[in-house]
């Protein structure tokens, strides 16, 4: 069974950065895909970013291209979400996923049935 533990939100004012972490236990990455998925109060979860482990492969949402980066550190079982230029926008619930189908759905922009979850960790872009 994997464990997904999100680190590294908090309270940032707009134009900040921000690095989040997702440590995955009780799992070898190395056919799956990993994701970071948004929520905003009152809004549905949504994808932000995601990243195939065999190659590496990334994609983004069209609203954080150019501002956030998406990375694996295999040795580490580790996902890193860096966001830069934050805005009010994009605060609310991060959350990281793994499924081995995940990266094609992250990619087709949809929301899928995903194997595993972390529980979520707060941003709050906010002067």
């Known amino acids: 069974q994997a464990h997904l533990v999100e680190s590294g939100g908090g309270l940032v004012q707009p134009g900040g950065s921000l690095r989040l972490s997702c440590v995955v236990s009780?799992?070898?990455?190395?056919?799956?895909?990993i994701g970071w998925y948004h929520q905003a109060p009152g809004k549905e979860r949504e994808g932000v970013s995601c990243?195939?482990?065999?190659?590496?492969?990334?994609h983004y949402a069209d609203s954080v291209k150019g501002r956030f980066t998406i990375s694996l550190d295999s040795a580490k079982n580790t996902v890193y979400l860096q966001m830069n230029s934050l805005e009010p926008t994009d605060a609310g619930v991060y959350y990281c996923?793994?499924?081995?189908?995940?990266?094609?759905?992250?990619?087709?922009?949809?929301?899928?049935?995903?194997?595993?979850w972390g529980q979520g960790i707060q941003v709050t872009v906010s002067s």
């Open positions: 009780g799992l070898t990455l190395n056919h799956h895909g």
């Open positions: 996923a793994v499924d081995p189908n995940l990266f094609y759905y992250c990619a087709a922009g949809r929301l899928g049935d995903f194997d595993y």
């Open positions: 990243i195939h482990s065999s190659d590496e492969d990334t």
